[in-house]
């Protein structure tokens, strides 16, 4: 098993572009969560999904930030205008059995 | 409310120093807690689990309700122990989904 797939693995965009992360989380497991990290700030939860529905979204910062999960094998997050205070590094991360299996995080620079 | 407080954002020892990174937790139910690491630049993994009640890497970390801690303890750290380490804090049961509280991490730098 790969483990969490996230793509790209770097983005580097202009401020006002539209950038979609993406996430295949691991078979089986059911819930997925997406986070963003920052030296300022640490790991911040944005929202997570249980069976494909969002269950909680209170940590996306504005309505700029979108997630989907159409299905149970993929999920994307979407910065749409970004803006340079968004670079950070994003991680989602698939459960089972209450432990966390994160991917390797999406790097993206707004500049 | 939950909540992971770990007061240490740098941690510095020597090699073969004992290290001992400190995370206390509020929570009004019975928890589930864990430890993360993050080294340089790779995805975070899990280090180890309270109910688990195993060493991994050398490294123990006990649950005390008490004190509301779950401290994590290496009695030698290596220079390969430099990373991020992320407390966690999860509701035992219920709908929580797997559900994560994170402390704000804590940075260990193992000298040689």
């Known amino acids: 098993d790969a483990g969490v797939i996230q793509s790209p693995r770097h983005e580097v965009t202009e401020m006002g572009q539209e950038v979609t992360l993406r996430c295949k989380p691991i078979?089986?497991?059911?819930?997925l969560f997406w986070y963003r990290q920052t030296m300022m700030r640490g790991l911040e939860l944005l929202i997570y999904?249980?069976?494909?529905?969002?269950?909680?979204d209170s940590g996306m910062p504005e309505d700029r930030f979108s997630a989907k999960m159409p299905n149970a094998s993929f999920s994307t997050l979407k910065i749409q205008p970004s803006e340079p205070r968004d670079s950070a590094v994003y991680f989602c991360?698939?459960?089972?059995?209450?432990?966390?299996?994160f991917g390797p995080g999406t790097r993206l620079t707004v500049l | 409310a939950q909540r992971v407080t770990q007061p240490e954002k740098l941690l510095s020892v020597f090699k073969g120093a004992p290290v001992e990174l400190k995370c206390n937790y509020s929570?009004?139910?019975?928890?589930?807690l864990f430890w993360y690491v993050q080294y340089s630049r790779q995805r975070l993994q899990l280090l180890l689990r309270?109910?688990s009640r195993e060493s991994i890497k050398g490294f123990t970390a006990d649950l005390n309700k008490g004190e509301t801690s779950f401290h994590l303890k290496k009695p030698f750290a290596q220079e390969e122990d430099s990373a991020m380490y992320y407390c966690?804090?999860?509701?035992?049961?219920?709908?929580?989904?797997?559900?994560?509280?994170f402390g704000q991490g804590t940075i260990l730098t193992v000298h040689p």
């Open positions: 991360a698939s459960v089972l059995r209450n432990e966390q299996f």
């Open positions: 309270h109910i």
């Open positions: 078979s089986g497991h059911n819930s």
């Open positions: 929570y009004s139910g019975s928890p589930e």
């Open positions: 999904f249980n069976n494909n529905v969002p269950i909680d």
């Open positions: 966690a804090l999860s509701s035992a049961g219920g709908t929580s989904y797997g559900k994560l509280t």
